[in-house]
């Protein structure tokens, strides 16, 4: 199974919830999720890193559309349901339809995640219950040296280690780059 080089995990992004929308925007960890992956891609098609100020305007892109099409909305968050096509439209509004694509949607367990990881694939997980993080959404990027998986948990603005146990329960709509197709 591919590991993360220093550079690929250095591309990744891993922006908070707090980052985002100060003030305004509430349960908004699926806008952020969506966001890490398309700052990623354009990070990993740019080879540096991207401004903070360019990070807030892809988020803002994917916000605001999410509530235009009544997919997010403050205080009840992503209607997850819709998930696919919001991601969808998501990567077309800002671009990062010719770097990603959505794929299929899959029950969590490590066994699956570990699949589409194998395949280079991203997981956007939808998190059902889950003893810390509750209802919520957030991204895997791969899997570290001791078989943990690299997450942006939209908590934390820096990498978060998770065991197989870690992952919870719900769904992930597995995010294929084009370059890995």
Known sequence: MDKASDNELHSYSFHSTGEFGRGFYKNHCGPT????LVITAFQSKEKEKLSDERCREIFETVASLGRRRLIYNRRYGTTDAFLWLYV???FKKTGADMLLRPGARHFISPKNARKAIARGSYLILELFGHP???WH???IYDISDDGR???ADG???SPVLLDDQGIGRGLFLEIRPKDRS
């Open 33 to 36: 999720a969506i966001s890490n």
């Open 137 to 139: 959404q957030m991204v």
């Open 149 to 151: 998986f690299i997450a």
């Open 132 to 134: 810390r993080y509750g």
């Open 88 to 90: 969808k439209a998501a």
């Open 155 to 157: 908590i934390a603005a």
